[in-house]
């Protein structure tokens, strides 16, 4: 007898010039409208806002990290917590990476192999194996709605040859994973995603999607891209995925969260998105507006007493001006830093808000080609 499942998916609007499409994802906490960002809490904290502060900027669902979680406080004292939800206090959905990415990017501090990763913590040096096996328990244990199976990530610039053992190790991984997480979803209440690797070689990637499909029960992510490149190169990778996936799950385009990014994986049929990028702006005193960004250490913010964006609605917008907040930004008043990440996450779900009324209206490429005449994302209006 067949478990009941508490995930599904409905697409709800289509557009007519391209793959992308608005839809709704069912979780059971709650249901997921896509096109979708994912505010990124790292550590079960989405950086210098409250839980509160982000379900008012509009966020349905944050992401946080297995790695971090892992190693601080613990998985164990998560679950005891009553999982992550009650530990941080957001009755939302919840998406954990397995840490394969930042398990990759200690480089040096990690040895791989068939059964997993050998790796020491960045905080004091202590040496951890992650087996599939372990990643599933320590992600049940967490307790998020969505797990995402352990995986390698190659560099952008590696070699072939390189980005071939990835997928292969990712493949190998993803068996395991599916076969542990089979055994502990016995409410049929966690949902993994598989994730597609191959790096920028169009075969390779091809035949990671191809391979992952079958484990794509409730949705699937794309990996080893958004790492940098061009929204020109990532389209071209994300044209390769497209054809193949079910249109009968969300499809995740992990760690993207720049605008151009946004928009070029909407438009390939992708609906779900995540990244630091609006915080880590924030943090180094950069708003983001629809032409590109602000740097609020310019000196001419000084005297300008009009919100960082006229119309936005946002805590930051309503109250203070880009004058008071650049104030803060250069006395390194940790308030100012607040408030842009009030903004920034509130612009990104205002955007792609936009972005499904857009698709709505079949306008999307519309749309897109307004929005990014206008958006220089290395313009700091100096």
Known sequence: ????????????????????????????????TTPIFMPVGTCASVKGLSPEEVREAGAQIILSNTYHLFLRPGADIVEKAGGIHKFMNWNGPVLTDSGGFQVFSLDKLRKLSDDGVTFKSHIDGSKFTFTPELNMQVQHKIGADIIMQLDVCAQIDAKKEEVARAAELSLMWLKCCYAEHERLNIKNDHALFPIIQGGFHADLRLQSTKD???????GIAAGGIALGETAEELSKML???????????PHYLMGAGSPDYILAAVEHGFDMFDCVYQTRMARTGTAMVDEGRLNMHNARFREDFTPIEKGCTCEACKKYTRAYISHLVRCNEMFGLRLLAIHNINWTLRFVERIRQSIRNDKFLEFK???????RPECDKK
């Open 1 to 32: 007898m067949s478990k009941s499942s508490a995930f599904s998916f409905k697409t709800t609007a289509k557009s007519t010039q391209c793959h992308a499409r608005t839809g709704v994802f069912s979780t059971p906490h709650g249901d997921i």
């Open 212 to 218: 992952a499909i079958p484990y794509a029960k409730h």
């Open 239 to 249: 044209a390769v995925m497209i054809p193949h996936l079910p249109d009968t799950i």
């Open 369 to 375: 080609s307004d929005f990014l005449l206008q958006y």
